[in-house]
């Protein structure tokens, strides 16, 4: 049994590194996040194949990149985030809003209810929505996981190939400031920036936040910033093993599409989740107009993705990861704290009103 684990752990980590390469060679965007989702998502939708990918190798890969995003943290990139935390506020109700009317329209149009709709239109994590869904009576919670999972996977391969092919470029007229690398910094330093993760990675778990593995490396590596504002980089090539890692997790989660691809609604949910892509788009350019902000850094920032897909393509193409990562942490909290648990005390209190 477990000599079959690990050759179908070996099979797996060969096809999305090779599929990687491909993606690479061929100039693909995000060719270490995207080769291994594709083939693991078109894989297990097709073959009977027993993929294994534990989740520990995902967990170590949100650690990887929770340290790359923790790096961008200066402490002049801290102060202009505490100053745009009203803009984040204003831009994430605007986005729950559009959500929400959207939600309704999913709702007429389609069998759905607007629970079901509602927590299925949210960008607040697929793990976290479909957990939800089972707290309120009538969503479907299979129907949430399916709206979700179309969710992620639009906006991970649109909004990389338009921040890439349309927007323009970060990097252009920018000077790069080079890090140095994390294996030049004192070792005691890393024996202390270690035990904090371990610590706060403890304690997150136990508290049950979303996303521990990559939260308690990010805010560590602030801390770590700050003390001793000698911020450092990781190699390319542990942050693109991360990006397999990731990638081949998320293909792998997108089972049992087969089945489901001729559901009526389908081309409602894909046509309402472009449209919350073009909304963001939208808002990019009023916020960039007013506030002076880069164009590509606010797309990035508004763009309905989870927080490590839009950090690593912030990273790829050169915006502000800084920037695009508070924002996104910013939602996400939000959503899950605040956002999410009124919707379903309010979906709750109304059922019960109705019956």
Request: with cysteine.
């Amino acid at each position: 049994m477990a000599y079959s684990k690990w050759k179908w752990l070996f099979v797996t980590a060969l096809l999305s590194t090779g599929m990687g390469l491909f993606f690479y060679a061929a100039g693909i965007f995000l060719p270490w996040l995207l080769g291994p989702l594709v083939i693991m998502m078109i894989l297990k939708n097709t073959v009977e194949w027993p993929f294994y990918w534990p989740n520990w190798l995902r967990n170590t890969g949100l650690l990887i990149i929770g340290l790359q995003m923790g790096t961008s943290f200066t402490k002049e990139a801290l102060l202009i985030m505490v100053l745009n935390l009203p803009l984040m506020l204003l831009l994430t109700l605007m986005i729950v809003g559009f959500t929400a009317v959207s939600a309704l329209a999913l709702s007429k149009n389609t069998e759905y209810c607007y629970q079901t709709a509602l927590l299925g239109s949210f960008p607040g994590g697929l793990s976290q929505m479909v957990l939800l869904s089972e707290e309120v009576r009538g969503a479907q919670t299979s129907a949430v996981a399916l709206m979700q999972t179309i969710r992620i996977l639009l906006v991970i391969t649109v909004v990389p190939f338009l921040v890439t092919y349309f927007f323009p470029s970060a990097e252009e007229g920018m000077s790069q400031t080079v890090l140095p690398m994390i294996t030049t910094m004192p070792v005691l330093w890393l024996f202390f920036l270690a035990c904090s993760v371990l610590l706060v990675l403890k304690g997150m778990k136990k508290a049950h936040f979303p996303i521990p593995f990559m939260l308690a490396p990010l805010l560590c590596v602030v801390g770590f910033n700050i003390i001793t504002s000698s911020p450092f980089a990781l190699p390319e090539l542990s942050i693109g093993a991360a990006q397999i890692a990731l990638g081949a997790h998320l293909g792998l989660q997108m089972n049992g599409l087969r089945g489901l691809l001729s559901l009526k609604p389908l081309s409602i949910v894909v046509g309402i989740n472009l449209a919350l892509i073009v909304f963001c788009i939208g808002l990019s350019f009023v916020l960039n107009a007013a506030f002076s902000f880069p164009l590509i850094d606010m797309f990035l920032s508004a763009a309905p993705g989870g927080v490590a897909e839009m950090a690593i393509t912030a990273y790829s193409v050169g915006a502000d990861v800084s920037t695009v990562t508070s924002f996104h942490l910013f939602r996400i909290f939000f959503i899950l704290f605040a956002a999410a648990p009124a919707t379903v005390f309010l979906l709750k209190r109304s059922l019960r009103e109705a019956g």
